[in-house]
């Protein structure tokens, strides 16, 4: 569920409240006052105001410091009414404060930091005003520049407040209850509107020497209680902290205004790195400890058994601090209810550094921090961990499947799905009951968009308001004069796996590809290599024949040559060598190079039997032979032993070993039990040698955690994220033994997929980022090292390559979420391998026994998520150009552009088609779809499903897969980029073209009118499966979609229009070739519409062109005629 959906209406009423408030805020000081009274500022005596002591009775004053000393405001309480009044400093129109807030209880994210405000106090009269400061403007020119800029760009009134009284120290007294419950929709937007506010109590109520800290419980809208939090804190103006300059060769939070005192200035723009301010101790030392550490407190709710794991993360960075002369840069302690250590701290209090667990089952992790608008000095930052990663909640990976489906569109492609959803991934990948409210949503976004949203970006709690965070993946980066990470889909990328392994563990952590599970299997693969025994037969001209038995050594190599030697008894050993055709199964013996005059000798394969003959003259030679099976292992040698044993004496057994057999029996069924239940409760437990942990082994899910931690520690430090991170190290490389305990990637700011190695002879290295990688300590010294233009220079090495979330829809295919490896091509491979091999485990290996068939369907669409996603990733590379934010002047530097090779986007290409279009694909089977079922509660926990057919809806899923890879390769985005890389090739250089493209997806869409029907064909039987008469009324659809005017196809239009055209008529003419007669009767009405379809587009589009020519005879009676007729052939 969306992180913002529930508060989408409240939105609406929040825009409402606020307009009434502003205009009751405008009219209040005209009607309280004359004009020349609120114009005087706070030249108001204290007899203006009501008695401090009279609007202070029945108030206690807060005391927090343990000495007395008084806090940054002065507090009242009154526990009966529940309001708070605060006594601001004489000086408080001097103060810089920094707001912060937090919803800390109530809603699914409870914890997770709201929003943040630098603002100051300004007197007006009678009120007291909150005031936000323009810092996205600024004039560092000469005083003319200064004054046109405060003219121009002024602050903003954020809310007012009247004053109560004056207090005994000179500062003004308000009711902070008033500002804070009341006007809460001005920080917390939708999220507090409709609140009951009456019913409002205060939760908490604190004051400090330099912070305020308050709370407040009241009902929210539905009555459910939630509790609003805010850290109020006096900012220091000079600490001694120096901004640095942002770099786009790298990736930091920024910090941006615009500069207008220099009109020569080639950008106005300036932007500083978000950092903390962090400094050595003792600068002479060359590791020094800092001044002061960046220190994190794991939160008390965090379970014992995870905590090592989120320790370990957030320490892990010690070492890129280390490398720039700082140790024990950051710190961590933990926060313990049984002990009482730090529970007097609360996350929500921006002076500590908190890492919250919550279980919302929403699997996120988010970690944004808090910075000082005008510097980019990070001061406050939490991260807070939903525990629904660990637990692989399906709804985080069944939504994250359509999102990696878009990774590769841009603008234009969102604008072309926006007004063909039946096109788009999000629409056709989820479920049929779903589709229409997601249709719904998608046009609610589509408006946003075209008010200037980014690509896929929408603001679900406020209609304008861009410093709410939320859960789209690019909130809290534009519309903000500080950047933050406003989302974060690390984790649930990471849940996609985790789900994975919960199926069944053992058998993923054992998992080898077919090719090495038993020779056996290796011979489907390689038909030849081995040792093959048989007879070769002799006769000669009087008919006497001669028997002589024969071994023979094959190897097949890869060009399909054979090599070997011959063992005939006395003839000894005999090199042989020879040619094998995979089309028509024949082995080709060679003659000698001695004996080149002799014919060569033709062996057919059957069945595992090599046969031939050969005749010359008188003389003939025919010859068998079969290879040899490998031999059983010993280990199944030995087990088959002790089964027969066993049988041979199972008579034998007396009573007591059946019951001790029984006890036994009963002993691993409580075991087992056991585990299942420490899965269930969340607690740890053993499986023999295995530690578990909530049903999952520790050595698996606690590297899991330590990476997202990492991940989010990253973002707190400033670190954007680095989606070059994957394309470091190839397969083999990350699962070499000597990279165990390594990194396996560039960079923990990546989204690096559970790294599962899958393939023959494949070696399993670290299942995840186990440490920080080269870049991570690239970045880190840059922006806390004390040369960055010197560490700048290294920006060509391969490992610190960079892209992060705005180049995510450019054409760099490496550039991408949740890809792997150097060439995720190869990655790709060996996801569907791994996909294929577990779709026939499911029934055996996936459901146990006591489980519910669910988990059977359950196991398929993970899987078919995983098929989808590795699609997904290759589709990315069609059209595609490598790119880099390489400087003209820097060492070792390439071109920002280079073209990949037109054969790996082939390779791409025919990876996608070959991975969807065909039944094949998807590996269904009758026996799997009996068992493919849910099951339905009709409670909340079930409501996801009450609604899904029993029986799988094999036609919507599959077509909703074929839709996605259609979209994938014809969308205005890769055909824009196909044609544009055409034009941009140098000389002679072979490229992937929009004919060669779309000609592609033709012949595959359409293969079976390549050949006649055969006698076979029958309605149970059919020349063109159901699958497939999908696929090609799609493809049909598309093709004239894209062959009319107005096809959102940009610059290519016009090329795509004609050659859609083009094939709309090839694929016309071959269905008039088909022999008609021999078809069923799904094919033949299949094949009748797509002809009568496309005749008719066809005939539209002769009209639409022929619109200009004049006036023109049409005879629209003889167009219908012809069309009922072509209907009722």
């Not at 001695?594 to 090599?610: A, G, I």
């Not at 409501?943 to 994938?968: C, N, W």
């Amino acid at each position: 569920m969306s992180m913002r959906r529930p508060l989408i209406a409240a939105g609406c009423a929040a825009a409402l409240s606020a307009i009434v408030s502003q205009a009751y805020a405008l009219q209040e000081p005209t009607q309280a006052m004359p004009a020349e009274t609120v114009m005087a500022g706070s030249g108001s005596s204290k007899s203006d105001f009501p008695d401090f002591k009279s609007v202070t009775k029945d108030y206690t004053e807060v005391i927090s410091t343990a000495d007395g000393q008084a806090g940054m405001y002065n507090l009242f309480v009154n526990e009966k009414t529940g309001k708070v009044l605060a006594e601001l400093p004489r000086n408080f129109e001097r103060q810089k404060i920094f707001l912060a807030y937090t919803i800390a209880g109530g809603i699914d994210e409870s914890g997770v930091q709201f929003g943040d405000m630098y603002a100051y106090w300004k007197r007006f009269g009678k009120r007291l005003a909150l005031i936000q400061p323009n810092f996205s403007v600024r004039s560092t020119g000469d005083t003319q520049s200064k004054a046109g800029h405060k003219r121009v760009h002024t602050d903003r009134v954020i809310l007012d407040v009247p004053i109560l009284s004056m207090g005994p120290k000179g500062g003004p007294v308000i009711d902070l209850s008033s500002l804070m419950v009341n006007q809460s929709t001005k920080f917390f937007g939708g999220a507090t509107s409709g609140a009951n506010t009456k019913l409002a109590k205060i939760a908490k109520a604190k004051t400090f020497p330099s912070n305020v800290e308050l709370a407040f419980e009241m009902p929210l809208r539905g009555g459910k209680f939630g509790t609003i939090y805010y850290s109020i804190a006096e900012i220091p103006e000079n600490t001694g902290y120096k901004p640095r300059a942002a770099d786009e060769r790298l990736g930091y939070f920024v910090t941006s205004h615009r500069d207008i005192g220099d009109a020569s200035d080639e950008t106005p723009w300036k932007r500083y790195i978000n950092r903390w301010h962090l400094e050595k101790a003792d600068s002479s030392l060359k590791l020094s400890p800092p001044k002061k550490p960046i220190v994190f407190y794991i939160e008390h709710t965090t379970p014992v058994r995870y905590r090592r794991w989120v320790r370990d993360g957030v320490l892990e960075w010690n070492k890129a601090f280390e490398k720039v002369g700082i140790i024990n840069a950051i710190e961590v302690y933990q926060q313990d209810a049984g002990t009482g250590a730090h529970m007097e701290k609360d996350p929500e209090d921006a002076r500590y550094n908190f890492i919250l667990w919550t279980n919302s089952d929403m699997g996120f992790a988010i970690g944004p921090s808090r910075v000082h608008p005008k510097t980019g000095q990070i001061l406050d930052a939490d991260i807070v961990m939903d525990e629904g990663f660990i637990t692989g909640w399906s709804k985080t990976w069944e939504d994250l499947v359509p999102q990696i489906a878009m990774e590769n569109f841009g603008p234009e492609t969102y604008a072309w799905l926006e007004t063909r959803p039946e096109y788009d991934p999000r629409v056709t990948l989820v479920p049929a009951p779903q589709q229409e409210a997601v249709r719904q949503q998608l046009a609610r976004e589509a408006v946003l968009r075209a008010n200037g949203k980014l690509p896929g970006h929408h603001q679900m709690m406020t209609a304008s308001d861009p410093t709410l965070m939320g859960d789209d993946k690019f909130d809290g980066l534009s519309g903000r004069v500080s950047q933050v990470n406003g989302a974060c889909q690390h984790a649930s990328c990471k849940a996609f796996d985790v789900a994975l392994f919960r199926l069944n563990y053992e058998m993923l952590m054992s998992l080898k590809a077919p090719s090495s599970k038993e020779e056996g299997d290796k011979t489907k693969a390689d038909p030849i290599s081995g040792t093959w025994n048989g007879e070769a037969s002799f006769s000669g001209p009087g008919g006497d024949t001669h028997e002589m038995p024969f071994t023979m050594e094959l190897e097949l190599h890869s060009d399909n040559s054979v090599t070997g030697t011959m063992s005939m008894g006395p003839m000894g050993d005999q090199e042989i060598r020879g040619e094998w055709d995979v089309d028509s199964a024949t082995l080709t013996i060679l003659p000698s190079d001695t004996e080149e005059s002799e014919d060569p000798m033709v062996l057919t394969l059957e069945e595992n039997r090599l046969n031939g003959a050969i005749s010359e003259d008188a003389f003939s030679m025919s010859i068998w032979a079969e290879r040899e099976m490998p031999a059983a292992s010993s280990s199944s040698s030995s087990d088959e032993g002790d089964d027969n044993e066993a049988d041979d004496h199972s008579h034998d057994h007396d009573h007591d070993h059946v019951m001790n057999d029984d006890h036994d029996h009963a002993d691993e069924e409580e075991s087992d039990a056991k585990v299942v239940s420490a899965a269930k409760t969340g607690k740890a437990s053993r499986k023999g040698d295995i530690q578990l942990i909530d049903g999952v082994p520790e050595s698996f899910i606690g590297p899991q955690l330590k990476d997202v931690i990492m991940h989010e520690v990253g973002h707190t430090l400033g670190l954007r994220h680095n989606f070059k991170g994957s394309r470091v190290y190839d397969l083999d490389e990350m699962n070499a033994e000597e990279m165990k305990g390594k990194a396996i990637g560039g960079s923990v700011m990546d989204y690096l997929p559970v790294n599962i190695n899958y393939g023959e002879n494949a070696n399993q290295g670290d299942y995840t980022m186990v440490t920080i990688g080269p870049y991570d300590y690239w970045v880190i010294e840059y922006g806390y090292g004390k040369n960055p233009k010197e560490v700048l220079k290294r920006v060509a090495e391969p490992q610190l390559a960079y892209a992060t979330d705005e180049d995510t829809w450019g054409p760099d295919p490496t550039a991408r979420r949740f890809d792997n490896a150097k060439n995720p091509l190869d990655y790709a491979d060996s996801q569907v391998a791994l996909v294929k091999d577990l779709r026939g485990k499911i029934i055996d290996e996936m459901v146990e026994d006591g489980e519910s068939w669910s988990e059977s369907r359950k196991a398929y669409d993970l899987l078919l998520g995983k098929h989808a996603s590795a699609v997904g990733i290759a589709s990315n590379w069609i059209g595609g150009s490598y790119l880099n934010r390489h400087k003209k002047g820097d060492p070792d530097a390439v071109r920002p552009i280079e073209n990949i090779p037109a054969e790996q986007q082939r390779r791409a290409l025919r990876f996608v088609l070959d991975n969807t279009m065909y039944d094949e694909c998807y590996g269904l089977t009758p026996e799997l779809l009996h068992r493919m079922t849910v099951d339905k509660w009709y409670d909340q926990g079930g409501m996801r499903f009450i609604y899904q057919d029993e029986t799988y809806p094999v036609h919507s899923k599959i077509s909703g897969v074929q839709s996605m890879a259609l979209s994938q390769i014809i969308n205005p985005t890769t055909l824009q980029r196909i044609y544009d890389n055409e034009f941009r090739a140098m000389g002679e250089e072979d490229v992937l073209t929009l004919p060669e493209t779309m000609e592609s997806v033709r012949a595959v869409v359409w293969t079976e009118l390549e050949s006649d029907p055969d006698n076979g064909v029958n309605n149970r039987n059919p020349y063109v499966s159901s699958l497939r008469r999908n696929l090609q009324r799609a493809h049909i659809d598309r093709l004239i979609d894209m062959s009319m005017p107005g096809n959102g196809m940009g610059s290519a239009a016009a090329p795509v229009s004609n050659l859609s055209r083009m094939q709309l008529r090839e694929i016309l003419s071959d269905i008039e070739g088909v022999k008609t007669r021999r078809l069923d009767a799904y094919s033949k009405a299949h094949l009748a519409e797509a002809k009568s379809k496309i005749e008719r587009a066809l005939d539209a589009q002769y009209m639409y062109n022929t619109n200009d020519l004049g006036s023109i005879s049409i005879d629209l009676g003889g167009m219908f005629m012809q069309e009922q007729a072509d209907q009722e052939d």
